[in-house]
Every structure is written in structure tokens, then in C-alpha cells.
């Protein structure tokens, strides 16, 4: 079992930086992959980024390129993304997510019906 925790959720203006934090507990060693995905009001959750938890792999949207930065300490079994340049559509409630699953391909690090544990979420706002 794994619970994640998310925290560091805020409002802030465009342009500005934020950092999430994502607090594991449980048997985190069991954890395949992690990552973030976010929902903003009235749409479907999407994914932002996923990294694996052993190596280290990173798989980002395109969205988020070159602004998103994950990553993580496994000493700590703590999940971080660091968010840059921050813009209003960036607005939504962030989720953490974790996978026992073993994933193969790029594109199953995306999809939400590959993560069996997630947390509350937590949310950042962008103004403009």
C-alpha cells in the first residue's frame, strides 16, 4: 500500500515559480513509477510528468516542457516538480500518483489507468 501526500500547492502571478512536494509512505519500494497529473475545472484530468522510481527515466507533456522539472529523492520517498514560468492555464489541482505496475511503453507513464494510488490533490492557481 501507498499513500501520497501532496503539498506546496499556491496562488501566485504568470511568470512566477512554484514547487510541489509528493510524500510517500507505505511500501514506496514497491513503487514502479510516479507522477503528476492535474485537473482543471470543468476538464479531464491530464498528465504533466511522470518519472520512474528506479533510474530516474522522466516523461513530461508537452505542455509543461521546458518549465516542469520532476524529480525525486528516494532516500526521503519524496516526489517533487518543479514549475517554472508559470502561466494561467496552468491553473488546476494537482495530483500525485503512484504505480505498482510494470510499465513498458512511454505513452503508459500518461495514463491515469495506470496509477493505482493517488493523493488528494492540491491546488495552484496562476493569475494573470
Known amino acids: 500500500q501507498v499513500q501520497p501526500v501532496e503539498s506546496g500547492g499556491g496562488l501566485v502571478q504568470a511568470g512566477d515559480s512554484l514547487r510541489l512536494s509528493c510524500a510517500a509512505s507505505g511500501r514506496t519500494f514497491s513503487s514502479y513509477a510516479m507522477a503528476w497529473f492535474r485537473q482543471a475545472p470543468g476538464k479531464e484530468r491530464e498528465f504533466v510528468a511522470a518519472i520512474r522510481w528506479t533510474g530516474g527515466n522522466t516523461y513530461y507533456a508537452d505542455s509543461v516542457k521546458g518549465r516542469f522539472t520532476i524529480s525525486r529523492d528516494t532516500a526521503q520517498n519524496t516526489m517533487f516538480l518543479q514549475m517554472n514560468s508559470l502561466k494561467p492555464e496552468d491553473t488546476a489541482v494537482y495530483y500525485c500518483?503512484?504505480?505498482?505496475?510494470?510499465?513498458?511503453?512511454?505513452?503508459?507513464?500518461?495514463?491515469?489507468?495506470?496509477?493505482?494510488?493517488w493523493g488528494q490533490g492540491t491546488q495552484v492557481t496562476v493569475s494573470s
Open positions: 500518483a503512484a504505480t505498482t505496475m510494470y510499465l513498458t511503453r512511454s505513452y503508459d507513464y500518461t495514463q491515469t489507468r495506470k496509477y493505482n494510488y
